[in-house]
Nanobody, 132 residues
Framework: QVHLVESGGGSVQAGGSLRLSCAGSGYTSGYTYSSYCMAWFRQVPGEEREGVAAINNDGTTTYADSVKGRFTISQDNAKNTLYLQMNSLKPEDTAMYYC??????????????????????WGQGTQVTVSS
């Protein structure tokens, strides 16, 4: 069982920045943080969950078109921590942000992040609110 805990959410004005973190634990023998494809999703009440960014254990990444050039996904394998640096935030970025872990797969920059049903482990979420 993999346990993921997000942090770093908050309220910010449009144009501001936030960095989300996702700390992982509970990995079984033979599996580590770097064994997975990791991703950030977001969800607004009443809407479907949207893939924001993903990073595979081979270092490949992909982003939703709506965040390209503004968000950066990264990970520190030694700390078992995933990050999402969010710059130039817009009110439409307001959502609950979740991190997730799934089976590794090659990611391509021109293809959106994998769907949520491809991910097995989820955190509890952290709220991001951007005011205009």
């Amino acid at each position: 069982q993999v346990h993921l805990v997000e942090s770093g959410g908050g309220s910010v004005q449009a144009g501001g920045s936030l960095r989300l973190s996702c700390a992982g634990s509970g990995y079984t023998s033979g599996y580590t943080y770097s064994s997975y494809c990791m991703a950030w999703f977001r969800q607004v009440p009443g809407e479907e969950r949207e893939g924001v960014a993903a990073i595979n254990n081979d270092g490949t990444t992909t982003y939703a078109d709506s965040v390209k050039g503004r968000f950066t996904i990264s990970q520190d394998n030694a700390k078992n921590t995933l990050y999402l640096q969010m710059n130039s935030l817009k009110p439409e970025d307001t959502a609950m942000y979740y991190c997730a872990a799934g089976a590794p797969r090659r990611l391509w920059g021109h293809i959106p992040p994998p769907p949520d049903y491809d991910f097995l482990y989820w955190g509890q979420g952290t709220q991001v609110t951007v005011s205009s």
